[in-house]
């Protein structure tokens, strides 16, 4: 398995502050995805980022790729209370495979 | 947009009992999947599908089955519940081809508890 592990577990910030997640993976992939989770419901894609791109926005997030340090990192800008949420990684192995998702990190926004 | 329906939000059930989670689909996607979710373990994968009628294994498929008899529905099955299926379980379908076919997506999910 080639788990992706999120860090830090838990994020608490500010309305208005940058929050800052990363994912750290094991082995060669063809993808990286991050997700959205409120709290006891499903999961809701927000951004995928391929192994030949290093950078990818999308509204207010910007995903990082870093294949060399097997890392990504997502950020959001200017948090709002309503992305207090937990997001996932989930990576996607070079040759067909299904997505392996790391354990989440928590974020709260504080108005 | 992309439905993935889960039959129920909260379930209750008796160790030993036979348990059908089931999940539908409205966007006629050739994959789907089930996963479990437990505080600390983020999400494993149980059993996936690539069509009707296949069925895969995934990383903890020990004590549950599948089925998938139409291409829309895929059934996670409990033979004999314990309570260590106590968990969140989340259903998530994609398509094979064409644009975005890499991402989930995602039922609400289904809180089992097995007393």
């Known amino acids: 398995s080639q788990q992706g592990e999120e860090d830090p577990q838990a994020l608490s910030i500010q309305e208005g502050e940058n929050a800052t997640m990363n994912c750290s993976y094991k082995?060669?992939?063809?993808?990286l995805q991050w997700y959205r989770q409120n709290s006891g419901r499903g999961l809701v894609h927000l951004i995928l980022i391929r192994s030949n791109e290093r950078e990818k926005h999308s509204g207010r997030l910007r995903v990082t790729l870093d294949t060399s340090k097997k890392s990504s990192s997502l950020l959001i800008t200017a948090s709002r209370a309503a992305d207090t949420a937990s997001y996932f990684c989930?990576?996607?192995?070079?040759?067909?495979?299904?997505?392996?998702f790391g354990k989440g990190t928590m974020l709260l926004v504080s108005p | 947009d992309v439905k993935v329906t889960q039959s129920s939000r909260y379930l209750v059930k008796r160790t030993g009992e036979k348990v059908f989670l089931e999940c539908v689909q409205d966007?006629?996607?050739?994959?789907m999947f089930w996963y479990r979710q437990d505080p600390g373990l983020g999400l494993r994968l149980i059993y996936f599908?690539?069509?009707?009628?296949?069925?895969e294994k995934g990383d903890i498929p020990e004590g549950y089955s599948v089925s998938r008899e139409k291409k829309e529905r895929f059934s996670l099955i409990l033979e004999s519940a314990s309570t260590n299926q106590t968990s969140m379980y989340l259903c998530?379908?994609?398509?094979?081809?064409?644009?975005?076919?890499?991402?989930?997506?995602f039922g609400s999910g289904t809180q089992l508890s097995v007393l």
């Open positions: 998530a379908s994609s398509w094979t081809g064409g644009a975005d076919n890499e991402k989930l997506f």
């Open positions: 989930a990576t996607e192995g070079s040759g067909y495979s299904t997505l392996t």
């Open positions: 966007m006629d996607h050739e994959n």
């Open positions: 599908s690539y069509d009707v009628k296949m069925k």
């Open positions: 082995t060669s992939i063809n993808n």
